[in-house]
């Protein structure tokens, strides 16, 4: 059976926050398609963004 999680609202907000800092990587390089230093600079922070998520440190997440 699973287990409740404790702070779980913590949780869907810290990812929230990560989706939308991830929308405002995308959105910043997609216009500047034609400027390689814009979209190697908006995939570098896409980069790091996943890089946290993929991590999976949820305990920090919820601290």
Do not use: S
Not at 11 to 29: C, F, N, P, R, S
Not at 35 to 44: G, N, R
């Amino acid at each position: 059976m699973p287990q409740a999680v404790a702070n779980l609202d913590k949780m869907d907000e810290h990812l929230k926050t990560i989706v939308q800092a991830l929308y405002g990587a995308v959105k910043q390089g997609i216009p500047h398609v034609k400027e390689p230093a814009v979209v190697d600079k908006a995939l570098a922070d896409c980069k790091e963004i996943l890089d946290e998520v993929m991590a999976g440190k949820v305990d920090e997440w919820l601290n």
